[in-house]
């Protein structure tokens, strides 16, 4: 019942902080769980080409970028884990597993390694007032050029 509702979740809320008790708390308050997941359907909406990129845009920009990033970046850290076959990977969102092995499946590694150094490097220049704008749209063309089909392997 409930109890195991809470159990799931609590376990979700440690795999997304990486087990971190106090940003458990902080993930709660702000929502990141729900965020995280939703943040995951949205690249699998963007790779199907199933949602204007623009709403995309437009949708992460309601949050802070800093949140934004940190999604995909955890994202990005399960794609590059499943993507790579890691036996038993420690995943950021297990709950979303599902949609991350279907974007994993046929994803370019070497794009997306890419994609998470372009990312990381964004993230730390977070502190130098970065035009959200400007970073979404970025990371959202970057994103369908990685999921274009010509990109994926075995296809030509």
Known sequence: GSEMCIRDR???????TGGAPLQVLR????????DAEQSVAKLV????RKVNPM????????????SVLNDI?????????LGTGAVQPRLFLPRVRN????????????????????LNLLRRQMSHNLNSQM??????????????????PGVR
């Open 135 to 152: 970073v979404l749209e970025k990371l959202v063309t970057d994103w369908l050029a990685l999921t274009r089909t010509a990109n994926r």
């Open 73 to 81: 970046a955890r994202a990005c850290s399960d794609l590059l884990h």
């Open 45 to 48: 909406e963007l790779k199907q």
């Open 10 to 16: 609590l376990g979700a809320l440690l795999s997304l």
């Open 99 to 118: 949609e991350l092995q279907s974007l994993a499946n046929d994803i370019n590694l070497q794009g997306l390694y890419r994609f998470t150094d372009e």
């Open 55 to 66: 709403h995309v845009v437009k949708h992460w920009a309601e949050r802070p970028l800093e």
């Open 27 to 34: 993930a709660v308050e702000e929502n990141w769980l729900e």
